[in-house]
């Protein structure tokens, strides 16, 4: 499985992007979306089950943050609206056999990352 992350960028905030991942999915695969800050741990932002389209989202992006998967395309997407300073960090997609998790040592493939920035 190789993922390809893309779509991060400078953002003001309160603005938008959307992030998308490439060779995304596999059937009874979960998809995830993690971020890392500077000096910080990865952290779970949120998932989906490839399968059923089942969502999670970590607290802090709830509302603001929308994951989706598009199955014949094999792409993953998170629409990130209302940004936040804190939200900057280096995206990453991730794929593992399984549910969702949102501990990133469970996840087997990773995308290279996609630098998102917002301004304040």
């Known amino acids: 499985v190789q993922l390809q992350a893309s779509g991060g960028g400078l953002v003001q905030a309160g603005g938008s992007l959307r992030l998308d991942c490439a060779g995304a999915g596999r059937t009874n695969y979960a998809m995830g979306w993690f971020r890392q800050a500077p000096g910080k741990q990865r952290e779970f932002v949120s998932g989906?089950?490839?399968?059923?389209?089942?969502?999670v989202y970590a607290d802090s992006v709830k509302g603001r943050f929308t994951i989706s998967r598009d199955k014949s395309k094999r792409m993953l997407y998170l629409q990130t609206n209302n940004l936040k300073a804190e939200d900057t960090a280096v995206y990453y997609c991730a794929s593992r056999s399984g549910d969702i998790t949102p501990n990133p040592s469970e996840y087997n493939f990773w995308g290279q990352g996609t630098q998102v920035t917002v301004s304040s």
């Open positions: 989906i089950t490839w399968n059923w389209g089942t969502t």
